[in-house]
């Protein structure tokens, strides 16, 4: 059982190296000059932290291995400092009160830098919903874990009949006294592996119910006897996601959220949230930065490939692309937010343009890999990294490559482009 966890943080250098905030490279649309003043305070934040945390000895594997648990929770803590791990929570359970406009920027400035990423599904996903529908005794117990990074959630939703129409599911949850006994296998599930809890939806069986009833969300110990959890290797020969199958298990009745058969209800607050975080329009900035550098660097014709018109006009493209897809990100800032907000259009557009873009930039970049990406597979699981600059070359294009295999998944993970289309012209047309 691997304890890797999320992306490790791309470079140490790159807060330090731009300046003022003109030098963005994104879409600033934030004037205010207290917005402006905060964006200063992050990256001064990220210029002392990020070397302190991640020295230079460690720059060579960036990009090139998963963050493990311990990494995590000391980058989450380091942002706790400052209140910037939670900040979007009640104050009450960590958060600052943060607007969504600061929120963005904080975002927007630590994914530019280049910051280990922080564990989303459980502050984004499940902290919402416990703070929003979760029992106090809920609250006490999983919020400030969650905050410290102390626990890591896995979601469990889909099943071999239920992908995009989570309806479809078909694990049930059968209360027995205090308890409810827990049957079914979930599929896909990111993270599962080393995730201590998971957040599911169950069937409990209600008289007269349609098909969005009777489902209840539950909050499942994955060390809880019953439960086994087998590795699904994915196409660019990682391990990211599994089968999770329950047998019998014991779940207490105060683990169910809310009432039972109103699961659909909490989920689509998690469904929200879950596309803009999925469609990764900041990391898709990042990536485009990084296909630009491997144009530059690569060569052919004695002349670096970023002169070649071809080249040229592609990422020029997807450059117009992604300062647009950064205008509507920055529309659904001013959007009603919550779970009592009407459904809205602008999170599915965004998650199917931004997913479709990210697999033109790895295209690109593959593309410039030419014949040094067909041998780049799978990418390594490093600890140690050599210092020669020709295998160190090859590792790099290891990445690049496996970023491509893995980007097939970004237009299938949260809901298909198709659903996705669905939704839009079910609520838009």
């Known amino acids: 059982m691997t304890s890797k966890l999320y992306r490790a943080p791309q470079t140490g250098k790159a807060s330090a190296a731009r300046g003022s905030v003109n030098e963005v490279s994104t879409v600033n649309l934030v004037n205010n000059p207290g917005d402006i003043q905060f964006r200063m305070e992050v990256r001064e934040f990220i210029r002392k932290a990020l070397p302190e945390l991640f020295p230079d000895s460690m720059t060579a594997r960036w990009g090139l291995r998963f963050l493990d648990r311990t990494e995590v929770r000391a980058w989450t803590r380091a942002l706790d400092s400052k209140g910037w791990a939670v900040p979007h929570w009640p ?8 607007t969504a406009v600061r929120r963005h920027i904080l975002l927007e400035e630590l994914s530019a830098a280049g910051c280990p990423s922080q564990d989303a599904i459980s502050i984004d996903f499940v902290g919402p919903v416990l703070y929003t529908f979760g029992s106090p005794q809920q609250k006490r117990r999983y919020l400030p874990r969650i905050r410290g990074a102390e626990d890591f959630w896995c979601q469990g939703f889909s099943e071999a009949s239920a992908g995009s129409d989570v309806m479809q599911l078909k694990t049930t949850a059968t209360r027995q006294g205090n308890h409810f006994i827990v049957t079914g296998q979930k599929l896909w ?23 969005q009833q009777g489902l209840s969300f ?36 105060d683990n ?35 296909a630009r550098n491997l144009l530059q660097t690569r060569r052919e014709g004695g002349a670096p490939l970023l002169e070649y018109d071809g080249y040229r006009s592609r990422i020029a493209q997807m450059e117009i692309e992604l300062d647009a897809l950064e205008v509507l990100e920055q529309r659904t800032l001013h959007a009603p937010s919550g779970p009592d907000a009407p459904p809205s259009v602008l999170g599915p557009i965004l998650k199917v343009r931004a997913s479709e873009l990210r697999q033109q930039i790895s295209e690109l970049a593959i593309d410039a890999l030419g014949d040094c990406g067909l041998e780049a597979h799978p990418h390594p699981e490093l600890e140690q990294v050599p210092t020669d600059p020709a295998a160190l070359a090859h590792l790099r294009a290891c990445a690049i490559t496996a970023g491509y295999l893995f980007q097939r998944s970004a237009t299938i993970a949260g809901g298909t482009s198709e659903v996705q289309r669905n939704i839009i012209s079910a609520i838009g047309l």
């Open 91 to 98: 104050v009450e359970w960590g958060g600052i009160g943060i």
């Open 189 to 211: 599930i990111t993270n599962a592996h080393f995730a201590d809890m998971m957040f599911a939806l169950v069937r409990v069986e209600m008289p007269g119910q349609r098909r």
């Open 218 to 253: 539950l909050l499942i110990d994955m060390r809880s006897e019953g439960i086994s959890v087998r590795p699904i290797l994915t196409i660019d020969g990682r391990h990211h996601i599994n089968e999770v199958v329950l047998e019998n298990v014991k779940v207490p009745a």
């Open 256 to 290: 169910l959220v809310g009432e039972p058969g109103k699961g659909w209800i909490y989920a689509r607050l998690i469904l929200a949230n879950e596309r803009n975080v999925i469609a990764g329009v900041r990391s898709a900035r990042r990536q485009l930065e990084q």
